[in-house]
């Protein structure tokens, strides 16, 4: 069964400091992957996606992620995390079937001055 | 170019009444999906209409049920309301063939609250 694992329930880092949030997966394909964020009461916004190609992805507010297959991993990071970053992180992945997303169950980032 | 739009924002009910979430989608988009996010948990595949058909369902109960319309706006039921059901219902619209994966984009969500 597909699946996406964010192994950390919650993340400090101070503003500044560089960023890494780990997302797995769980697909028997090329997944389609994403990261989302959402911000306290508000929808989801994606931040970047891969679908094929470099492996090496970048996405809005200056964030990038990594696709590794061999790791079944799709980590995302930001050299330089602002106070405004502070929100929920969602990894997901789409399935080929087409018709859903699967979300790990987020991590959220706390930043600290 | 209009994004996914969802009313009402807030709800709130009482176990075993019966509520209506609306959505509607992006310009052009032809596939809704549907999403339950529980409080401290990443949303979970209600269903998925695909140009007025059902097109996938995720683990929920029948009482969960939906409709798209010709203009592709959309609607979540759920009848029997249980406390389980507080969650923010997120809907999510795409354009493209019925077996392909799409880029899906969300609504701000319905936050629905069952007392």
């Known amino acids: 069964a597909q699946s996406v694992t964010q192994p950390d329930i919650h993340i400090t880092v101070s503003e500044g400091a560089s960023l890494e949030l780990r997302c797995n997966y769980s697909?028997?394909?090329?997944?389609?992957l994403f990261w989302y964020v959402q911000s306290p009461g508000q929808g989801l916004q994606l931040l970047l996606k891969?679908?094929?190609?470099?492996?090496l992805v970048q996405g809005i507010k200056g964030f990038e992620a990594e696709f590794k297959r061999s790791q079944s991993s799709f980590n995302l990071r930001k050299p330089s995390v602002h106070w405004s970053d502070a929100a929920e992180y969602f990894c997901a992945v789409g399935n080929t079937g087409g018709f859903k997303t699967i979300f790990g169950a987020g991590t959220r980032l706390f930043v600290k001055a | 170019e209009t994004g996914v739009t969802q009313s009402p924002t807030h709800l709130i009910k009482t176990r075993g009444q019966q509520v209506t979430l609306r959505c509607s989608s992006q310009?052009?988009?032809?596939?809704v999906s549907w999403y339950q996010q529980a409080l401290g948990q990443g949303p979970q595949f209600i269903f998925q209409y695909y140009r007025e058909e059902e097109n996938g369902r995720g683990n929920f109960p029948p009482r969960f049920s939906g409709l798209q319309f010709p203009n592709y706006s959309s609607e979540l039921n759920v009848n029997a309301l249980e406390l389980d059901d507080s969650a923010l219902y997120l809907c999510a619209s795409s354009q493209g063939e019925r077996r392909e994966y799409n880029e899906q984009f969300f609504g701000p969500g319905t936050r629905l609250t069952v007392l």
């Open positions: 891969y679908f094929s190609g470099d492996t």
């Open positions: 310009s052009g988009h032809n596939t």
């Open positions: 697909y028997g394909a090329t997944p389609y």
